[in-house]
Every structure is written in C-alpha cells, then in structure tokens.
C-alpha cells in the first residue's frame, strides 16, 4: 500500500516516516493520505464481514478490522490491546428525553473501549506509528484520557510515557489511569491550551514522538468509530452523526472516514455532522457563527466536561473542512444540559462521563429547535466511560454541584442502624 503525509493546505507531500507534525513549507496539518483505488481493489464488505467473525490478530480488533483504511503497516509491528468493537445502544428512555423514537437514536458506546475512552483507538495507530519510526519516548497534553490511553499503550508496546496535565483540572478517573500504567505525568500549572503549546515546543528538541490528535496517525484510528458504526448499521448511512468537540480530533477523523469511504463507494450519502460544545469553551461554535470567516479562540475555557475544556483546539482547520463535508453544524449545550442529559443515559443503564453527555443534550436541544427531526436517523456517540469523573456524578445527585439545577439527582438516603427504621422508610418509597 502506498501512502504518503499530505498538507491539507498546500498539498505538499512527504514520506510516511517523516518525523513531522505540521507542513514545513505553509505549516498546516497534515493528512495520512492513502491511495484509495489502491485500497479500493483491496477491500470490500464481505472482507470485513469475514473478519468480524474471526478472533485471530489484529482482526479482532475493531480498529485493525479496517486496517487498509488505517495504516499500511507489518502485523508484528501493530500494538493492540485489542480496541474498539464497542456498542451500539437503543433506549427508550434516552429517546424519549431527546424528543427522538427508540429505532431512530442510536448510541454507540466509545467508553467501552479497554481504558475507556475512544482515544483507545487513536492510540493504536498512534503508538504502533511510534514503533514503525523507532521511537522510545511519547508524549502527550492531556485532560485526562489521552494521557489513561496513551501510558496503557505505551506500556503494552514497552516504551516510556510523559504526560501534560493542566494541575488540579483533570478528573480523578483518568489521573489515577495515568498514574497507574506508569507514565510519567507532568502537572503543568496551567490550563490545557498552556500545557498542549509546551509539549509542543519541547517534543521535537527532546526526541520525544508526539501523540495529541495534532498527529495524523491517530486520526486514523479514529475513524475506525464510524466505519464500524457503518458496518454495525449495514452500512446504512443515518441523517445525522453527533459527537462533542474539545481539540476537534474526532469531528476531524469523522469528516475524514465519511470522506473516504464515499470515495471508496461504500456509502453513497453522508451523515450531517453536528459537533456540540459547551457553552464556556466554544471556540468552534463561536467560528461557525461568523461562517467561519474568523477563527475564534477563547481564552480560559470553563465546563464541568473536563474532556472538551478545550480554548485553542489544535484540529481546527480539519474540523471545518468535516462540517463542509458533511453540510454539518456546531452547536452549545449549557452546563445544566450536559449534567441532566448525563442523568438520563446513566439512568438508562448506560452511562458515560460528561463531555460524551453533550452529545446527548445536543441532539434535545436541536430537536427541540426543529433542525432535527423526530424522523431522522441520529447516531450520538459517546465518548467516554462512567467511572472517569466520579466527583461530577457524585456531586450531581448529592446536589452539591453548586450553580446547577441538578434536576435529576439521586440522593442517598441516610437511616438508623435498626430494622424498623430501613422498613419504614423502605415502605414511605414504594408507596409514595
Ligand atoms: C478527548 C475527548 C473528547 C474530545 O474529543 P476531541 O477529539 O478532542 O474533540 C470528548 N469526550 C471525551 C470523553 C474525550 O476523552
């Protein structure tokens, strides 16, 4: 398989082995560009469909199922834990809080990935990169599941991890991961936007191989979330694809795996994509208000959803060109949204961790607002796990989120050491 990196902007192209992370010449992003006839001639639904039902390496894997698509790479040289193959959900009671019916909202899970978050996905093809080029050391800036991913790679794959954190700002869940898999983790006294520009800068001096979304190869991965969301649909394509935006990696490899497989005829439409923000750190939004005539940064971003506190999102270009692919939008949820949104899928049995949940509170407030339709195909991912932010759903159903209406708390009840007590109040419940 050929493939090459390609700058988004002016086209130039390098070798694959490359250690670069932005054009040399005009300093855009880059692409993994593949040939897609090559890969065409390569591929095809029953391949996939075969490979489904086989546990052998790395087909089992829901990234590496796809791996024409991902990265041309030698078996012995991919890490994989293996990731992916993640749920696809109905619910009634998340369909029926967004205004959508049970056969038309579908949620898939990314939180069901083995560190629980998507980002398990882009670090397959991330740290198996590293390995391809010989690197010893990756880094990453993080606010929080990058840096859970990518020190469990790291580890599996035998190299070192450093992580950037923004200090004191990132939930327990993913720190304790980070912490726990070994990688060295730097508490930056900053937010995450001071943290991303310093790994940045120091990375190329240092040797180390860089692992945030800004690096192509981990997008590749990560378009692995829609072409098997397409495959678990029959390749059906849905009205509308929702995902939240934080540094835009996903939005990004989304535009990208559409893009592609269009291309590659296995999807003659696309999906319309609509990338939620939180309303205190909206960068993306508030560029797509202008018609991305100005591209907007803010400057201290603020949300309960730690994983989208995001001001300077380094993706940003890419994610454009997804919403002009996929005639997408952006829209703001608020922080009451997120978290009751969050109630109702932790309430259905599923539950994911805040920033997943605005994807949820988008697709309400966008039926409500007559955008999307009752009739529509909706496919919301959601991003990750339950158990990344204990404090936040805590806090919510102690209803000690302060500023929030937390409408759909849970409260503990507290009672006696003594059975007439717990009878009493067990009888006042199942017969209010
Ligand atoms: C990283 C992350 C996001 C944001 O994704 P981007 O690709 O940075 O836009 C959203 N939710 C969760 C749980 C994440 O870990």
Redesign the pocket.
Known sequence: MYSVLKCIKCKKEYPLNELIYECKSCGALLDVQHDLEEVKEAISKELFDKRLGTRQFPYMSGVWRYRELILPVEEKMIISRPEGNTNLYKSKKAAEFVGSTLENLRLKH??ENPTG???DRGMTSGVTQANVLGAEIVACA?????SASMAAFAAVGNKKAIVFIPEGKIAYG?LSQALAYGGITLQIRGNFDDAMKLVKEVSLDLNLYLLN?VNPFRLEG?KSIIIELLHQLNWEVPDWLV???????????FGKALHELKELGFIDSLPRLA?IQAEGSAPLYLSYKTGFEKHVEVENPETI?T??K?GK?V?YTK?VRAIKWTNGLVEIVTEDEIMNAKAIVDGAGIG?????C?TVAGIKKLIEAGIMDKKDKIAGI????IL?DPDATVNYHMKKLDGYACTHANEPIVVDANREDVERVIKGILNA
């Open positions: 990314e939180g978050s998507f980002k993080s606010t929080g599941n990058t993913k979304s990560q995902c939240p935006g934080g540094n835009l990696g996903n939005s990004s490899a990338v959803a994983a989208i995001i999102p993706n994610a994911a961790e805040p920033a997943s605005a959601l991003t990750g796990n990344k």
